[in-house]
Nanobody, 125 residues
Framework: QVQLVESGGGLVQAGGSLRLSCAAS????????MGWFRQAPGKEREFVGG????????YYVDSMKGRFTISGDNAKFTVHLQLNSVKPEDTAVYYC??????????????????WGQGTQVTVSS
């Protein structure tokens, strides 16, 4: 069993920055990969990117490259999502998720085994 707790969401003005964190706990975390997703109102949950604990690989969806940065702290099993130059269209609930397999880069919701509760990010114009 893996528990995920996100934090760091809030209200930010367009052009600003925000850092989200996801603290993971549980067994055999070193064999997992962590993904970040977001879901805007009325839209499907979309993959932002992720990081694997076992080889430290980081992957971004092309549309998320540039303004978003994923990092991880292996000692604490905490992952971060840095949002820079945010736009109103970045408003969404941001989720972290854990995948015990090797296909985490596919970005499919069904690939991930565990999910956090989500943290709301609201960007004002």
């Amino acid at each position: 069993q893996v528990q995920l707790v996100e934090s760091g969401g809030g209200l930010v003005q367009a052009g600003g920055s925000l850092r989200l964190s996801c603290a993971a706990s549980g067994r055999t975390l070193s064999s997992y990969a962590m993904g970040w997703f977001r879901q805007a109102p009325g839209k499907e949950r979309e993959f932002v990117g992720g990081i694997s604990w076992y080889d430290s690989a980081i992957y971004y969806v092309d549309s998320m490259k540039g303004r978003f940065t994923i990092s991880g702290d292996n000692a604490k099993f905490t992952v971060h999502l840095q949002l820079n130059s945010v736009k109103p269209e970045d408003t969404a609930v941001y989720y972290c998720a854990a995948d015990a397999g090797s296909t985490w880069r596919d970005g499919k919701v069904s690939t991930y085994d565990y999910w956090g509760q989500g943290t709301q990010v609201t960007v004002s114009s």
